[in-house]
């Protein structure tokens, strides 16, 4: 089955710095990749996600890249603020039903 | 104000007994999902429905049960064959096929 590792566990970052999180995916027919972020003691929610046939998505300071050759991905933060600390989660999909998660990184934007 | 809910928060389990999460959701989704969360680690495919009356095990079936009975209902039960069962547990809801996944607040099992 596919494996997904994600580097780094933890992360601190100064406010307004970027702070940057990537993960390999082994099965090479994953072909979507959402992003989610856990704050303490709630449900992951989705902040962006990627499919295969694109190489890069961006919302305002968030963007994902995609590299299928090497396969990993990764999530970019930029002018980071507290709000954004908190866990996230990468994740990988053949066919948008069964997903398989990274195991997380705590990120924390020191003010 | 739609979404998905869990219950209860906590849950304690005394050993030998079978205890049920619910999960609930008022989205339309036809897909539902349960994963488990335990520390350092990411989220675990337990079981998921892509339809009612309908449901695949995931990647750590062994010890669960589910139901999809109703669209919107996918309860979990955790049996006393699960021997490591305390974790905080997940429920998401999607459409079916690259629907963004909407979790509920997640219950937090613990053994006494």
């Known amino acids: 089955g596919e494996n997904v590792e994600q580097h780094p566990s933890t992360l601190s970052v100064q406010e307004g710095d970027s702070a940057v999180i990537k993960c390999t995916y082994s099965?090479?027919?994953?072909?979507?990749f959402p992003w989610y972020k856990q704050e303490l003691g709630k449900g992951p929610q989705l902040i962006i996600d990627i499919r295969s046939n694109v190489g890069e998505k961006k919302d305002q300071r968030i963007a994902v890249t995609l590299n299928k050759t090497a396969k990993h991905f990764s999530l970019h933060i930029t002018e980071t603020q507290p709000e954004d600390s908190a866990v996230y989660f990468c994740?990988?999909?053949?066919?948008?039903?069964?997903?398989?998660f990274g195991t997380g990184t705590s990120l924390t934007v020191i003010p | 104000d739609g979404g998905i809910t869990q219950s209860p928060k906590y849950l304690f389990r005394k050993e030998g007994q079978n205890v049920t999460l619910s999960c609930e959701q008022n989205?339309?989704?036809?897909?539902m999902y349960w994963y488990r969360q335990d520390p350092g680690q990411g989220l675990r495919l337990i079981y998921y429905s892509q339809i009612v009356n309908d449901f695949q095990k995931g990647d750590i079936a062994e010890g669960y049960s589910v139901s999809r009975e109703k669209k919107e209902s996918f309860p979990l039960t955790v049996t006393s064959a699960q021997k490591n069962p305390t974790a905080f547990y997940l429920c998401?809801?999607?459409?079916?096929?690259?629907?963004?996944?909407?979790f509920g607040p997640g219950t937090r099992l613990l053994v006494l």
């Open positions: 989205l339309n989704h036809d897909a």
């Open positions: 099965d090479s027919a994953s072909n979507y």
């Open positions: 998401a809801s999607s459409k079916v096929g690259y629907g963004t996944q909407y």
């Open positions: 994740a990988a999909s053949t066919n948008g039903n069964q997903f398989y």
